[in-house]
T-cell receptor, first 110, second 111 residues
Framework: KAGVTQTPRYLIKTRGQQVTLSCSPISGHRSVSWYQQTPGQGLQFLFEYFSETQRNKGNFPGRFSGRQFSNSRSEMNVSTLELGDSALYLC?????????FGPGTRLTVL | EDQVTQSPEALRLQEGESSSLNCSYTVSGLRGLFWYRQDPGKGPEFLFTLYSAGEEKEKERLKATLTKKESFLHITAPKPEDSATYLCAVQARNGSEKLVFGKGTKLTVNP
């Protein structure tokens, strides 16, 4: 069974730019959650999608958005990047009871 | 607000020296408490789920226990390959798959 795939693995952007990250969940999983991980705050919940619908959203500004496609693949977008957006962005596939995390996308904002 | 606090932040052990990691939590109705292991540059790897006070689960040198306010991850006779950051998370009984994570305990096991 293939694992969770996240692309790209590394990104370097400058302030003010926007970025799109992609996550392909495990085959058969309809739920995808996104987390931001920083050394200071740890893992913080961004949003959760199930069957193309956003079911829950964390306390992040509107610059952070996401969507899920009919094949369960998910994307998250960050507009008008700030230095503080530098982080590891993790995608989790499946329900919490059996959730698998991807390797993450390391975003660096200069 | 649901909250998870892990202690200590960092722990150094000698190979074979057993110890415990602590996870204190407050949650509006616990659906599950999770332990993950995270290696540098990788996503968290699932270890255990605990559902109710008194429950215990074991895997190799690791044993997780749960009370109404905290969970412990006991590491018996650790080996250098157990070095990693151990994360604790809770899921509330509100229909969401959202996990609230602690900041983790970085464990280093020296040979």
């Amino acid at each position: 069974k293939a694992g969770v795939t996240q692309t790209p693995r590394y990104l370097i952007k400058t302030r003010g730019q926007q970025v799109t990250l992609s996550c392909s969940p495990i085959s058969g999983h309809r739920s995808v959650s996104w987390y931001q991980q920083t050394p200071g705050q740890g893992l913080q919940f961004l949003f959760e999608y199930f069957s193309e619908t956003q079911r829950n959203k964390g306390n992040f500004p509107g610059r952070f958005s996401g969507r899920q496609f009919s094949n369960s693949r998910s994307e998250m977008n960050v507009s008008t990047l700030e230095l503080g957006d530098s982080a590891l962005y993790l995608c989790a596939s499946g329900p919490a009871m059996g959730q698998f995390f991807g390797p993450g996308t390391r975003l660096t904002v200069l | 607000e649901d909250q998870v606090t892990q202690s200590p932040e960092a722990l150094r052990l000698q190979e074979g020296e057993s110890s415990s990691l602590n996870c204190s939590y407050t949650v509006s109705g616990l659906r599950g408490l999770f332990w993950y292991r995270q290696d540098p540059g990788k996503g968290p790897e699932f270890l255990f789920t605990l559902y109710s006070a008194g429950e215990e689960k074991e895997k190799e040198r690791l044993k997780a226990t749960l009370t109404k306010k905290e969970s412990f991850l006991h590491i018996t006779a650790p080996k250098p390959e157990d070095s990693a950051t151990y994360l604790c998370a809770v899921q509330a009984r509100n229909g969401s798959e959202k996990l609230v994570f602690g900041k983790g305990t970085k464990l280093t096991v020296n040979p």
